[in-house]
């Protein structure tokens, strides 16, 4: 991340400019927010094969006790992503909270426990259709359903053309959501069929209601993310710092051209919180550097 060990990238908008300077002068009144899949951890053919990247939980960490505090963000049930993170038992992650399913869902890593609504009704109807409403549409090859427990995805990247294939179910996919009562999440080659008023920029939001912090710095990959980068920016519109980052550009443009600083994937995202956890145990200042990695 540039000749100085502790050397940040420098972010293209003055707000996002802004927002890391915020952070780095007042960690503690500052929360990191990240999503899970793309983020902390690769994407990877098979969700369930999918882990934190090595580098993430020594970043989090050590970046943890340093700032107000740390939530992850996801999709995912959220006691999936603990095991599938790694995060619980962690020295330093001791105060990790984890927002499932959109923020339905929540973790915290001070009792271990999960603390979730009951299921809404049309979750149920969908995931007794689905299956044939994919065969009968012609849809069922290459096409494979995950179970979320509170929602259901139709994943389209192992079939011949994915993009084809998600293109093709969009519509299907949301007039059958909105007959029980669901709305469709577009992903990376996938479709996520869940309850209307989960998203992560109600989850974000709320999580950031219990804090006395100034600063929030988000991180995501997917379309899913623009809802909390959204309740960042209206953050800043009120004054207060935010910093968004985008975990990758390739397949989700919307997200890069919000982004103030793209990284490369979640490699570059746990060594860009492991070089803000060096910037809080080091008497050094920290330079910060522009995308192509010079000194300013």
Request: hydrophobic share 45%.
């Amino acid at each position: 991340m540039g000749s100085h060990p502790h050397d940040l990238p420098m972010p293209v908008s003055a707000a996002g400019r802004e927002g890391l300077e915020a952070l780095l002068r007042a960690p503690r009144r500052s929360v990191v927010a990240l999503d899970f899949d793309g983020t902390l951890a690769d994407i990877v053919p098979d969700p369930d094969q999918a882990r934190a990247h090595p580098e993430a939980v020594p970043a989090l960490s050590a970046l943890a006790p340093e700032v107000d505090s740390v939530a992850v963000v996801t999709g995912r049930p959220a006691s999936v992503a603990v095991r599938y993170g790694g995060f619980a038992g962690v020295p330093g992650l001791e105060h990790l909270v984890v927002l499932g399913h959109y923020g339905a869902e929540r973790w915290d890593a001070v009792t271990g426990l999960v603390h979730a609504p009951a299921e809404h009704p049309g979750v149920a109807a969908v995931r007794a259709e689905l299956p044939g409403f994919l065969d009968a549409i012609g849809a069922w090859r290459g096409t494979w359903i995950e179970e979320k427990g509170r929602a259901l995805a139709v994943h389209t990247r192992r079939a011949e053309d994915p993009a084809a294939a998600f293109a093709a179910l969009r519509e299907p996919l949301t007039e059958l959501a909105a007959r029980h009562g669901l709305m469709v999440e577009p992903g990376r080659a996938v479709l996520e069929l869940r309850p209307p008023g989960m998203d992560k920029g109600v989850a974000l939001t709320e999580f950031l209601a219990e804090r006395d912090a100034e600063t929030v710095l988000y991180a995501g990959d997917d379309l899913g993310d623009l809802a909390a980068y959204s309740a960042v920016e209206k953050r800043r519109a009120d004054g207060l710092p935010g910093l968004l980052v985008c975990s990758g550009s390739a397949e989700v443009p919307e997200l890069a051209a919000r982004a103030d600083l793209v990284l490369p994937g979640p490699g570059s995202v746990a060594s860009f919180l492991a070089a803000l956890a060096g910037r809080g145990r080091s008497d050094h200042p920290v330079e910060l550097s522009d995308p192509d990695g010079r000194v300013e």
